[in-house]
């Protein structure tokens, strides 16, 4: 389902950084592990990185560990993801999501996911 809104998003070079955000439904936001997600045009959707509802605990795919940095502010119910070092594969539509009960911890690509957002475009390009 759609409730959440990403932003943040845009055209940078090689080798450039971007800070996204997420908002997403108070009521549910402090209690349960937050996603980020991104999808390529031509291909699946790729897990990024979660993180534990009290942000003590954190998980990255292999393609960003390193360069991505997941974080959350509870009180603003807001969800961020620090991207530095970016590469022209990194080019997607990135979207947060909520877990749903079914996924467990590690999370992958093969999660399902009970909330969702339309996307923010980032683009790597020279």
């Known amino acids: 389902q759609v409730q959440l809104v990403e932003s943040g998003g845009g055209v940078v070079p090689p080798g450039g950084s971007l800070t996204l955000s997420c908002t997403t439904p108070g009521f549910t936001f402090s209690t349960t592990p937050m996603t980020w997600l991104r999808h390529h045009p031509r291909r699946a959707s790729e897990w990024l990185s979660s993180?534990?509802?009290?942000?003590?605990?954190?998980a990255y795919a292999d393609s960003v560990k390193g360069r991505f940095t997941i974080a959350r502010d509870n009180a603003n119910s807001a969800l961020f993801l620090q991207m530095n070092d970016l590469r022209p594969e990194d080019t997607a539509v990135y979207r947060c999501?909520?877990?749903?009960?079914?996924?467990?911890?590690?999370?992958?690509?093969?999660?399902?996911?009970?909330?969702w957002g339309r996307g923010t475009q980032v683009t790597v390009s020279s």
């Open positions: 993180i534990h509802s009290a942000g003590d605990n954190v």
């Open positions: 999501a909520q877990p749903d009960t079914r996924s467990t911890w590690p999370h992958s690509s093969k999660c399902t996911w009970a909330y």
